[in-house]
């Protein structure tokens, strides 16, 4: 499997399917085609598979464990679910990360929330996915990490963004909910300029 | 921190946007960094070859020469490029390291001169790769070696070295150690070897015998029955020099259990106690035969004569490496005898006056037949035996010779085997060692800039980057990443100290939430009051990391008490921080000094007067700024309050 080296679409495609310029494109693709260099394992040039994404996330993140979210990001990130990222669904999620419109943003996180991608969100994956972020603090944190710290988080992440009580969160609650809150407003231009 | 992940922070922080739904406190801004020039191409000479790589290539490893401010002073701005006057072709390694993230070993470089570039680049050695690190190891300890080699002969020569102010101990362990050193030294090491030589002689001496006096008829009796007294006398001068070296060597030996447990000194013990037991032991008869047992014993003095042979040291290394192989051959000729002597005595059981009495008895003769000794005291007479017995001899050939060859190759193999693993296991080591100090280094970096304040507003210039270390960009976007999760998560990372401290602080007593409390608010107030002062940011934390411990492990009352004295100065200290920190910083800090002197803890009801009101004083700066310490101390208990401040 290794052997196959995947080569990405042309420049200008990229350029045009994106909202990342050229050079943008080019440094991006410089850091993809060397993602490994430190570990001791092979790694296949061209793609990402999820051991080397989790390696590289854990490499941010020393405290905590961060395999369980950098697999739930990974699946964010393989649209097409073929078990390796290519050049063009790691642009194809930058760009709507760094570049997108609020409303493209939050869809994005609605999809990561949605493990199993029905369109619905239900408290045992914002369960999931609250244990995993918890995961990356680690032992040592202050206050002193608690048991039910994910699932107390959950419950007011439920409370706000479920208007109709039905246990789910739909997209358009979910789009709404947010939108209403302005610290979240104001957070998604924290990003726009990490390139 | 790893390099080359520092081009994949950029997916990091953007796959941050993750958590911007689900955080609960509001994030921090991102860190102003200036635009981004774009990517380009160093060009650096050394010494007139050039090399050219991306800037970006070279920033992979912050802490080296050429991945930090160091490398402008080297700039040449009348050529653009970075003059380097070295080796280039060692340069060449140096480079393709950032490149790849591994660091290779030239195989036909001097292994002195690699390390002199190592060290100029501000490379550790610890980076070569695992391709190379064996080999690089080999030879720097072979140079180590060689080079100690060469001192140790000049030192020889030049007569003893010691340092000065050595104890007699420690000069006396070395006479012991190295007879060549002194004189006297090599004359007790002869006249040890000299009396262990007496010793073994008058042991075998005494058994042969003597003629005795003209008697009829004449009587022959071993010469130590002869002249008893004589040899006694021997065997006493001679007892008594061991037992006075092994004094010596028990008194001037560096750690004296050790030295008991050593081989060689067991081996004096042996030789010298069977005298002692023989003082000891009343001549009567029923004794004697215990004590004339003891008498073997003597022989073991001549295993003393291997402090004087290293050949006879490495016999006995060889054999203890070689044990199990040993083992193995004593087990498989076992087998075979038993084999054998079962078959054989059951081959001659009818034969009149046999040999073979027993099973055990034909053990001897099985033994004498597959070493191929034939003594021929035991001969098969049936038939049936002759068969047996021609088989034993042959399989004992194949049986005695098969494993001798095999011992001897085992011996070399395991022999190699063991230095490598053991290399191999200081290997894991030292990696496991690089990449715990390369976590708790991120980690320890993340600690030591919240402590020093950066979580303020990047808002006041010279004061700022007086107090905060100055911090690659990576740094500070990679910090601004794990302070969003923080955010996110409503928890802080910490480093074991006070985490192990509020955990001990959680587990004290019933009343669990008032002593977290407590002991959070000290905490809190630390971050509070470093934050504010971030030169002393250190020290005010460790002070107070200090009676946090102390006050964790005090009695409730005593908290109770102590937090109602110290009601009236907190104000004052809520007052001192709302000022404007930057411009009194020497004033506050004195003020701050002055309260944290006194007090240990912070109250309880410290935060909430600043809590209830909701607008404070001060600039907008100053009040942003206070409110989101306290934000840090105040547990995500009180939401609404947070949001308050937020507005």
Known sequence: MATVRHRPEALELLEAQSKFTKKELQILYRGFKNPCPLS??????????EETFKE?????????????YAHFLFNAFDTDHNGAVSFEDFIKGLSILLRGTVQEKLNWAFNLYDINKDGYITKEEMLDIMKAIYDMMGKCTYPVLKEDAPRQHVETFFQKMDKNKDGVVTIDEFIESCQKDENIMRSMQLFENVI | MAAGV????????????????????????????????????LVVNVSGRRFETWKNTLDRYPDTLLGSSEKEFFYDADSGEYFFDRDPDMFRHVLNFYRTGRLHCPRQECIQAFDEELAFYGLVPELVGDCCLEEYRDRKKENAERLAEDEEAEQAGDGPALPAGSSLRQRLWRAFENPHTSTAALVFYYVTGFFIAVSVIANVVETIPCRGPARRPPREQPCGDRFPLAFFCMDTACVLIFTGEYLLRLFAAPSRCRFLRSVMSLIDVVAILPYYIGLFVPKNEDVSGAFVTLRVFRVFRIFKFSRHSQ????????????????????????MAIIIFATV????????????????????????????????GDMVPSTIAGKIFGSICSLSGVLVIALPVPVIVSNFSRIYHQNQRADKRRAQQKVRLARIRLAKSGTTNAFLQYKQNGGLEDSGSGEEQALCVRNRSAFEQQHHHLLHCLEKTTCHEFTDELTFSEALGAVSLGGRTSRSTSVSSQAVGSSSLLSSCCPRRAKRRAIRLANSTASVSRGSMQELDTLAGLRRSPAPQSRSSLNAKPHDSLDLNCDSRDFVAAIISIPTPPANTPDESQPSSPGG?????????NSSLGTPCLLPETVKISSL
């Open chain 2, 311 to 334: 050949g006879l040291r490495i016999l006995g290394y060889t054999l203890k490496s070689c044990a199990s192989e040993l083992g193995f051959l004593l087990f498989s000729l076992t």
């Open chain 2, 620 to 628: 907008g700066g100053g009040a942003s700024s206070t409110l989101r």
């Open chain 2, 344 to 375: 054989m005595f059951y081959a001659e059981k009818g034969t009149n006056k046999t040999n073979f009495t027993s099973i055990p008895a034909a053990f001897w003769y099985t033994i004498v037949t597959m070493t191929t000794l034939g003594y």
């Open chain 1, 56 to 68: 590289i996330y854990s490499q941010f993140f020393p405290q905590g464990d961060s395999t369980t």
């Open chain 1, 40 to 49: 001791h394992q092979e790694c296949p040039s061209g793609v990402v598979n």
């Open chain 2, 6 to 41: 520092a081009t994949w922070l950029p997916f990091a922080r953007a796959a941050a946007v993750g958590w911007l739904p689900l955080a609960q406190q509001p994030l921090p801004p991102a860190p102003g960094v200036k635009a981004s020039r774009g990517d380009e191409v």
